[in-house]
């Protein structure tokens, strides 16, 4: 018998065939034309003309007629006995979701209320296993899970994984003798309460394991960790410098994951600048614009402060006097190894050439701005100082 919708207004035209009633929901002979009956008529076996009881018909209509209730269609009602049986008693999120049109609780509520408590419950379930029955559907039952989109694999990597993409198996799971808790269990009518609390432990732990099985299997779904080797090793080498971060994977959804590896790297990045900005400062440099000027020249003074440490290495396995001496005088930390070298050559204590450095750098970067300045540097510094210290402060290209 074939089922075709029908509107509320076009259910107002129609009236039977035989009684001459309105009709609400009508069956339309196959057979004959223009030939409708209502239910009372149609079980009735009504005959009239050339019409017979016997001729195929057509139930107009999607089965959105109240059957047992009136919040309930027939069409729903089909579908919540078709979900208990598939998805099981107890699993009442799935059942909503293959009913569509229902919650979890009106699925419950209505299962219960009719088809356990109700009239077919009272005559299909006897009373005493009513309690039973409604006692063993708490949600015991885990939800389905999810469907994931098969990955796309050539056959050769199909074979070497042991995946069927289609049905999202492999061919050896993880735990792969998890199976065998409850493969040989079956209760039986005269077990008792100790053998019964056992049995449902093996199930419990079954369940479990199952559980971590998905588990992993939706990890290595959303962070596309099904591929072949080729695709593995890839992955492998971008996630070998986050390795240390690899146990977040697990908490975190791939977006949220891909975004928190970026921000370690910005942050990593962050601290490289810094670093080279506190270089550039302790250097005398202030401004961004003489930044590429300096990083042209630290080559070549590099360079010339290396082969200084050459010509100045001392044959003696220590420092003389005069770098002992210097070693303890105010503002020695705050000199480079050249600097040092320099100031013991000179004999000049670390805070005088700290001064003289710093007026030096000044009229260099008024200089630069236009402003014609000499710097003032003490006068007992001789002209044979004042050539060193102006020979070394070209090459550091602080002096133009």
């Not at 959105?64 to 309930?72: A, C, G, K, N, V």
């Not at 962050?270 to 302790?282: N, P």
Request: hydrophobic residues 30%.
């Amino acid at each position: 018998m074939a089922v075709v919708p029908l509107s509320t207004e076009d259910a107002q035209r129609y009236q039977c065939s035989y009684c001459g009633c309105d009709i609400t929901l009508r069956l339309k002979c196959a057979s004959c034309n223009d030939f409708d009956l209502c239910l009372h008529c149609f079980s009735s076996g009504a005959t009239a003309g050339s019409h017979k009881p016997d001729h195929p018909y057509q139930l107009i209509d999607e089965g959105s007629f109240p059957l047992l209730t009136m919040d309930w269609g027939a069409i729903e009602e089909v579908l919540l006995l078709d979900a208990v049986e598939q998805d099981g008693l107890g699993n009442w999120d799935d059942i909503a979701a293959h009913v569509v049109t229902k919650t979890a609780k009106e699925s419950k509520d209505h299962y219960n209320g009719l088809y356990v408590n109700g009239i077919i419950g009272e005559g299909t379930i006897p009373p005493t296993n009513h309690e039973a029955v409604l006692s063993n559907q708490g949600g015991e039952v885990p939800p389905s899970p999810p469907h994931y989109t098969p990955a796309r694999l050539e056959h050769p990597e199909q074979m070497e994984l042991g995946y069927m993409p289609y049905r999202d198996d492999f061919e050896r799971e993880y735990d792969n003798n998890a199976e065998a808790v409850i493969s040989e269990m079956s209760f039986a009518a005269d077990d008792d309460d100790i053998e019964k609390a056992l049995k449902l432990a093996h199930v419990d732990m079954y369940n479990r394991r199952m559980a971590e099985r998905e588990r992993r299997k939706r990890m290595a779904h959303q962070h596309n960790l099904i591929a072949g080797k080729q695709k593995l090793s890839t992955i492998k080498k971008r996630m070998s410098k986050e390795e240390k971060y690899h146990q977040f994977a697990r908490l975190m959804e791939p977006e949220k994951y891909e975004a928190f590896i970026q921000s370690l790297k910005k942050e990593k990045q962050l601290k490289h600048r810094i670093k080279e900005l506190m270089r550039y400062r302790r250097n005398g440099i202030t401004k961004l614009d003489e930044c590429s000027e300096f990083d042209l020249l630290r080559p070549q003074q590099d360079k010339t402060t290396e082969k200084q440490d050459l010509d100045t290495t001392r044959s003696s396995n220590g420092k003389d006097a005069g770098e002992q001496e210097l070693s303890l005088a105010p503002g020695f930390s705050l000199l480079s190894l050249a600097e040092r070298k320099l100031c013991n050559s000179v004999a000049m204590k670390p805070n005088g050439y700290l001064h003289v450095k710093a007026e030096v750098l000044k009229s260099s970067a008024l200089r630069r701005i236009g402003y014609v300045v000499q710097p003032k540097l003490p006068a007992m510094l001789t002209s044979e100082h004042r050539q060193k210290l102006g020979r070394y402060m070209t090459t550091c290209g602080w002096l133009c």
